[in-house]
């Protein structure tokens, strides 16, 4: 009896353990090479997150689905935040925004054949430009009214169509669009080419929902420890193995 009590305990005593760990739930689209279900560490933004989020007592688990999906699932409060994503205004209604983890540079992708020139958003005007569903890209972008916004639901479909010439413009990151275009599109990609001037840079960002009060704080928490890593090198030590 004994050895069953003591067994009991054990087993209890490891369930106690499991529960009390403290697992914050995000979710965010696969975005390779910056983060994906089936990249090395799911890429350097889950790594640089999952390591914060280790130095203040918690585990990461990330859900990869739809970033339209992961957006509104957040906003309601399904997952305690989207990882990754832009600034913009209209989402401080609903999210609290850490310290920016990385830069992403926005550039404009297009057919050899069609070399357009670009310096302000009004050389848009009138373009089929193909954008993801859900992404947001920039205030100015989103509210011209004039340029033709052709929604695609991935961005292997987007370049899809700019092949075909079906759009004249693909806006994407540019290290994921070059890295889909290298894998995806090898016999191809020499028809595409990016204009000089980039749309816009912007900094990705962890989404903390305000439909879980407690996320302020550990917003808090987080960007404090995240800044103490980009003090040591350890941020760019994961961008150096995970990325480049």
């Keep these: 009896m004994k050895i069953y009590a003591l067994l009991f305990l054990l087993f209890y005593s490891t369930l106690s353990a499991a529960s009390d760990k403290r697992v914050v739930e995000m979710a965010t689209d696969t975005w390779p090479p910056y983060y ?5 560490k799911n890429g350097p ?28 699932h957040s906003k309601k409060g399904k ?40 310096k302000e958003i009004t050389d848009l005007n009138y373009l089929d430009v193909c954008v993801i569903n859900g992404y947001f890209y920039s205030d100015e972008f989103t509210n011209n009214p004039l340029i033709i916004k052709i929604k695609s639901n991935s961005l292997k479909h987007c370049f899809e169509r700019l092949i075909a010439q079906r759009v004249d413009i693909v ?6 669009g070059l890295q889909l275009l290298n894998q ?11 204009a000089e001037n980039a749309l816009t840079f912007k900094n990705l960002y962890i989404l903390w929902t305000k439909k879980q009060p407690e996320n302020f704080t550990l917003n808090i928490d987080f960007n404090r420890e995240l800044r103490k890593l980009k003090a040591a090198g350890e941020v760019d030590k994961i961008f150096q193995e995970l990325l480049y």
């Design 36 to 40: 994906g279900a089936d990249l090395e």
């Design 45 to 72: 933004l889950v790594e640089i997150t999952r390591r914060t989020l280790k130095n203040i007592g918690y585990e990461l688990s990330v859900a990869f689905i739809p970033w339209k999906r992961a957006v509104e």
């Design 79 to 118: 997952y305690q935040a989207v990882l990754g994503g832009y600034y913009n205004k209209q989402r401080t209604n609903y999210f609290w925004y850490s310290d920016p983890i990385a830069t992403s540079n926005l550039v404009l992708f297009m057919h050899k054949n069609n070399k357009y020139k670009y």
């Design 171 to 176: 806006i994407a990151n540019e290290v994921v």
């Design 184 to 194: 995806e599109f090898s016999q191809d990609k020499e028809q595409i080419v990016t």
